[in-house]
């Protein structure tokens, strides 16, 4: 279970002078769940989109099982990376199951003569992928809303959507960017079953978290990213003991708003301190 | 008016007061106005209105109605059908479903329009109202009548203030009971009987002789549609179409066939093949506007390529490539060809580009081509297009012996030159029809969509945004320049002029694009509508003349301010403009409780 899925080899990204990512070196391997935290403005964001070819990293490579990725969206997923979006990026106007179908784009391959002419294999291929969206559909508990507008549904469920639409590329591996931002804790506690389903089906997740009892649960390795620099990656009880970890979260104070989430961070470190049996069971694979 | 709903009772009972209405009448009187006054409306048709017959449509005979007078008389008609209706008469009730007061309220007032507006136009035309008999002061106070009557219906929120009352007795009533399931043959009659309807209104507009018929003729079109609309019988009507799609498709195409032999006079068909050319590229510029969210301000000039082409290899003796001579089969896929490749070479270089930058662009290019076109004289440039006399004497088709240029009688019709080639644009549009409907319901046609809804997220899923943008551009450059190789034939010749970005008269990228928003970005009947509409209004409205851009400006304006969505609403779009009352959208519960209005009726 070691063979690496995603290679990151010293990865900067820099807008003018401030460089947002500094040499980053990550892997991801097949199976794992890695969970990657750090304070508001770390470069998470920005990190993910260095992966995906949303930006062209100033330095650095990214490989998916090897081959090296061009910095281009759709070339990254159609070699197997599929993410989602901090901000949910849903095609609003679009029902349920057109959001999924349009997730299996690379999968299919129909173009404009085969959608004129509509030859059985233009309606195999529609059937087929028709399939696979309901089948996404049911994984996810949205197949009864298929033909819903994605922008009527309630928050928690865009959220599903989006990893439903990403998961239809039949990714090797999954992005989330901040899966339960702005959900109740029975919705994280759902995302989270929904993570381990997805690691199940052989797809490698790779998440940015804010809460800490979500991410220290699921992730078999955590990274903290801290002002654009891998500071520390380990198993969730290495870092959660890692002193520069609580420096960044505590001592430095950023501004802006550190009310609710710190808290709950708090929070979370706590209860993880008191029973850090509890944390998922991990693959004990410090790096 | 409104002073007397108001009047505070100052012993008020807890219970709320009946509703009431803005005229103050007791109900009997109400209706009995609206059925009265319609009936008087009707029957005042019949009367002499002027005493001239310069007016056109001779309004002077007693006893026979005349142009307008007609109009007046099928307006006082809907309005007695529908205040029968409001009795509760047996048989009449389908046309009331919510029983609420706005399609009364509309029929009266689409009568009182047509009416007042052909008073005035009688004494400012002649000068004066004394060239007014009688009659036209009985038709002028009759109409008023159910005006009066409506208003006096009672209405739920009457006296919260004028503007408010008004508009709820205009409003549609948010929810209206379905209808009983009925058989699919009666389902299919019904949309017979209303294609055959709608040929004939649709026919009508288009033989309007003169400006204030076809004024007149909106004024009662206008008004009983919405009337329509808001007793919920269009909604019932686009279920029956939803459930019927392949029959109701092939139903509009057998009214487009028909309409030809509806005509006695060319010059209708003359005008029915113009409006299926500007439809049908207003429809391919449906699938880069509507469909890829590409704003493209230069597209006519697509048009003008595949014109050009068939121009050149179509046999004229003035075209510089003078004795080609290619069957119309090959002239055609030659113009869609050559736009294409122009499609190609202006959207490869700017695709790249968002939003703004792309409609900058593309109006820079549409207006170079019509600029090049004009220079290509063999002066300033290679002689290839003739400059701005254009390619003259384009002969006519000759397909299979059947000589488009000739009248032919076909089972006792004569179907004169343009009627001949109104058919063959029926056949292109509806070849334009089926790529658009195709390609729009594909994995190609969803890729479109997610572009046009947020263009990372969709590159993120895999589209390569740019591919899929060029295939959209060229795909409607095709569709325009195949739609440009007959107009280079109905036309006799080619000229750069119509090939602007801006013009009083169809085609030019702007009314093209006016007509696609206007009748509806996403659909297919909206195009076609709209451009149906864009076509008609400067051509009947000759006396607006240089105002006419003027009137459609303040027209768009007036549209996008209350239905932005167009006339005839894509699902989507209607969603994203209105919030609230999403009709389709069940909540929560409804997927297992009775299905909303608009999905009822199958
Ligand atoms: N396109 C951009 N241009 C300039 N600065 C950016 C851009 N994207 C992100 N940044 C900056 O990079 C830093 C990291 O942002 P981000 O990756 O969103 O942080 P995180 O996701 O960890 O909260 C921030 O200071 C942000 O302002
Ligand atoms: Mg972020």
């Given at each position: 279970m070691t063979t690496p899925v995603l290679e990151a080899r010293d990865v900067t990204m820099r807008f003018g002078g401030l460089t947002a990512v500094r040499s980053v070196d990550f892997t991801v391997n097949a199976g794992e769940i890695v969970g990657l935290i750090g304070p508001n403005g770390a470069g998470k964001t920005t990190f993910f989109n260095c992966l995906t070819g949303l930006y062209v990293p100033t330095e650095g490579t990214v490989s998916y099982k090897g081959t090296v990725l061009p910095p281009k969206p759709h070339l990254v997923t159609q070699a197997g990376i599929a993410r989602t979006f901090q901000n949910i990026r849903l095609f609003a106007n679009m029902t349920v199951l057109e959001n999924v179908l349009v997730g299996r784009h690379t999968r299919t391959k129909e173009g404009l003569w085969s959608a004129l002419l509509r030859g059985p294999g233009f309606k195999k291929a529609e059937r087929e992928s028709e399939e696979r969206a309901m089948e996404l559909l049911e994984f996810i508990g949205l197949a009864h809303k298929r033909d819903h507008l994605a922008r009527n549904l309630p928050y928690g469920e865009q959220r599903k959507l989006e990893i439903a639409r990403a998961m239809a590329s039949e990714p090797g591996l999954l992005l989330l960017d901040?899966?339960?931002?702005?959900?109740n804790p029975q919705e994280t506690r759902a995302t989270e079953e929904l993570v381990f389903a997805i690691r199940d089906k052989g797809i490698a997740v790779l998440l940015i978290e804010h809460d800490m009892r979500f991410v220290f649960n699921l992730s078999d390795r955590v990274a903290v990213l801290v002002q654009g620099e891998k500071l520390v990656e380990g198993t969730a009880e290495v870092v959660q003991a890692d002193e520069r970890v609580v420096a960044a979260y505590l001592g430095e104070p950023f501004e802006g708003d550190p009310g609710e989430a710190e808290a709950a961070e708090v929070e979370a470190a706590e209860a993880a301190a008191e029973a850090p049996s509890t944390t998922s069971s991990t693959k004990g694979e410090a790096k | 008016m409104t002073e007397t709903t108001k009047t505070p009772a100052p012993d008020a009972t807890p219970a709320p007061p009946a509703p009431r209405g803005l005229v103050p009448l007791p109900l009997a009187a109400a209706r009995a106005l609206l059925l009265g006054g319609g009936i008087a409306t009707a029957a005042s048709a019949f009367l002499a209105w002027t005493w001239t017959s310069e007016f056109p449509g001779d309004l002077t005979i007693t006893g026979y109605p005349g142009g307008l007078q007609w109009l007046t008389f099928t307006a006082g008609l809907l309005t007695t059908l529908y205040a029968l209706a409001a009795y509760g008469i047996r048989g009449l009730g389908w046309l009331l479903p919510a029983r609420n007061n706005a399609p009364l309220v509309l029929n009266a007032l689409g009568g009182f329009a047509v009416t007042w507006f052909t008073v005035i136009a009688i004494s400012a035309e002649l000068g004066g109202v004394v060239n007014l008999e009688p009659g036209g002061w009985i038709a002028a106070v009759a109409s008023l009548l159910p005006v009066l009557g409506a208003f006096a219906l009672p209405q739920e929120h009457a006296g919260e203030g004028t503007k408010e009352t008004l508009k709820a007795y205009i409003a549609k009533p948010e929810r209206i009971a379905a209808p009983q399931a009925v058989a699919p043959w009666v389902q299919r009659a019904v949309i017979t009987v209303v294609t055959i309807i709608g040929l004939g209104v649709f026919t009508y507009g288009i033989d309007t002789e003169y400006g204030e018929l076809f004024v007149g003729y909106l004024f009662v079109v206008v008004f009983a549609l919405w009337a329509l609309h808001t007793a919920g019988l269009l909604d019932r009507f686009s279920a029956l179409v939803a459930a019927n799609r392949s029959f109701t498709l092939a139903m509009g195409f057998a009214a487009a066939i028909a309409f030809p032999f509806t005509q006695t006079d060319d010059h209708y068909a003359n005008i029915g093949v113009n409006i299926l050319i500007f439809g049908t590229v207003a429809l391919g510029l449906n699938i880069v506007v509507g469909l890829a969210g590409l704003l493209d301000l230069g597209y006519v000039a697509f048009l003008g390529v595949g014109a050009y082409t068939a121009a050149l290899v179509s046999g004229s003796e003035f075209s510089t490539i003078s004795g080609v001579h290619l069957p119309f089969w090959a002239s055609a896929l030659a113009g869609a060809a050559a736009s294409l490749v122009f499609g190609v070479l202006i959207g490869a270089p700017t695709l790249r580009l968002r939003g703004d930058y792309l409609a900058i662009v593309t109006l820079g290019f549409g207006e170079i081509f019509r600029i090049a076109v004009n220079n290509m004289d063999g002066q300033s440039g290679p002689d290839v297009t003739n400059g701005p006399n254009g390619i003259p004497s384009i002969p006519d088709l000759n397909l299979f012996g059947f000589n488009f240029g000739q009248a032919h009688d076909i089972g006792g019709f004569t179907l004169g030159r343009f009627a001949n080639y109104y058919l063959l644009m029926v056949l292109i549009m509806a070849i334009v029809v089926l790529v658009y409907t195709r390609a729009a319901d594909s994995r190609i046609g969803r890729s479109w969509i997610a572009i046009r809804e947020d263009e990372t997220a969709a590159t993120a899923m895999g589209i390569n945004g740019f591919r899929v943008k060029l295939v959209a551009f060229a795909l409607g450059a095709a569709l325009a320049g195949l739609a440009g190789t007959v107009s280079a034939h109905v036309t006799y010749s080619v000229v750069p002029t119509p090939y602007q970005f801006a013009g009083s008269t169809p085609p030019n990228s702007a009314f093209l694009l006016a007509a696609v928003v206007l009748g509806g970005m996403g659909t297919v009947a909206g195009p076609l509508l709209g451009a149906a509409l864009l076509y008609l209004l400067p051509e009947k409205l000759v006396f607006l003349q240089e105002k006419s851009l003027l009137a459609f400006g303040i027209a768009l304006i007036l549209l996008m301010r209350f239905r932005p969505e167009g006339i005839i609403a894509n699902r989507r779009r209607q969603l994203e403009f209105h919030e609230t009352g999403q009709l389709d959208v069940p909540k929560q519960t409804t997927l297992t409780d009775e299905p909303a209005v608009t999905k009822a009726g199958a």
């Open positions: 901040e899966p339960t931002a702005g959900m | -």
